[in-house]
């Protein structure tokens, strides 16, 4: 039997060593390409990899693959290295798309409404991205933990607590110099003033209006996302303290940016883990051995009698392997070919 297991092995090696070291490495990727598409990769696009996650983690789930409940707490500690084979290449290829892409930030949307169940608001004018477990959720990705986290535009707000203002008509003025300069918030912040400050505070508060919470994810290259998890009430406070506070990246625009000191102060923190696998990994996956090619030449023959061409070739790979496993498999399947050959 040892024999047996050491012959298998030793022919694996010797096609590993021709894909490595002999095909053309234009062909090996194109056969990885060919591979993948088997297994339906997860899409980018955020409406279609929400429902491609969200399909993939409720089967995971019923697996017992993950403990996850699809709440924020839990999503703080989602480990996928532990998913099944073939959903450890799906994620380890999304995030590998994901890593790189210029769109980002919408990218992120549709993986965290996929991981929570959530609903990704489509009025491209809405305050929060997506809605789950009861909050309103605004998104955001980072390149790093140096950047700086721009919240929200104040610009409509000043306009509207101005209309509604009834102080003296000094004061209007003074704030009407206020919301004109090109950091507002920082400068009522910055007056040290408590009646200015409540001001701040209350123009915040309308800025962040249907916002619950807001969430930051900064990727990183070993196929992990930092999270960052900030209540509203947290986003005021530190929207209105001077040391979070930066002026705004552009000359006019009103907006709320913060220093990424804020990373610090979060209400919740926690890693998302993806599956990391290697060139090597996906080189054994699509290898195989004698019993995976016996097990798609067998399928292949079956699939002829129907007027099917390359049946086991069309299935994906972790299928192939899970069915070379079984040896009763194999015994049946050659039991009805002989059946219908001698037929």
Do not use: W
Not at 12 to 37: F, G, T
Not at 289 to 296: A, L, M, N
Request: glycine fraction near 6%; charge should be negative.
């Amino acid at each position: 039997m040892d024999n047996i297991y050491y012959t298998i092995a030793e022919q694996k090696m010797e096609r590993l060593s021709y894909l490595l070291n002999e095909m053309p490495k234009e062909d090996l990727k194109k056969i990885i390409a060919r591979e993948l598409q088997k297994i339906k990769l997860i899409p980018l696009d955020m409406f279609s990899s929400r429902e491609a996650i969200s399909n993939i983690i409720d089967a995971e789930t019923s697996r017992k693959t993950i403990n996850f409940n699809r709440t924020i707490p839990s999503l703080m500690t989602l480990d996928l290295t532990n998913v099944t084979t073939r959903s450890k290449f799906r994620f380890d290829n999304y995030y590998k798309r994901f890593y790189t892409s210029r769109s980002r930030g919408f990218d992120f949307e549709g993986m965290i409404a996929g991981f929570l169940d959530g609903e990704i608001s489509e009025n491209k004018t809405s305050p929060f991205d997506i809605t789950t477990n009861g909050q309103r959720m605004s998104l955001k990705t980072l390149r790093d933990e140096g950047e700086s986290i721009v919240i929200k535009s104040v610009a409509d707000s000043l306009k509207k607590y101005l209309s509604t203002y009834d102080g003296t008509p000094e004061n209007k003025e003074q704030l009407k110099n206020i919301f004109s300069s090109s950091n507002p918030i920082g400068v009522l912040v910055d007056s040290k003033n408590n009646y200015l400050l409540n001001i701040a505070e209350d123009v915040v508060e309308m800025a962040l209006e249907g916002i619950d919470c807001l969430l930051i994810g900064i990727p990183q290259q070993n196929n992990k996302i930092n999270l960052y998890y900030f209540s509203k009430e947290k986003m005021v406070r530190l929207s209105t303290n001077i040391s979070s506070l930066m002026a705004p990246k552009n000359s006019g625009a009103k907006q709320i940016r913060l220093s990424s000191n804020i990373l610090s102060d979060a209400d919740m923190t926690g890693t998302i883990i993806f599956p990391h696998l290697t060139d090597e990994d996906y080189e054994n996956f699509l290898i195989g051995d004698e019993t995976t090619t016996s097990t798609i030449e067998v399928l292949n023959k079956f699939g002829s009698k129907y007027g099917i061409n390359s049946l086991g070739s069309q299935l994906p790979q972790d299928i192939v392997m899970n069915l070379a496993k079984s040896e009763q498999f194999i015994t049946d399947m050659n039991f009805i070919i002989g059946n219908q050959n001698e037929g």
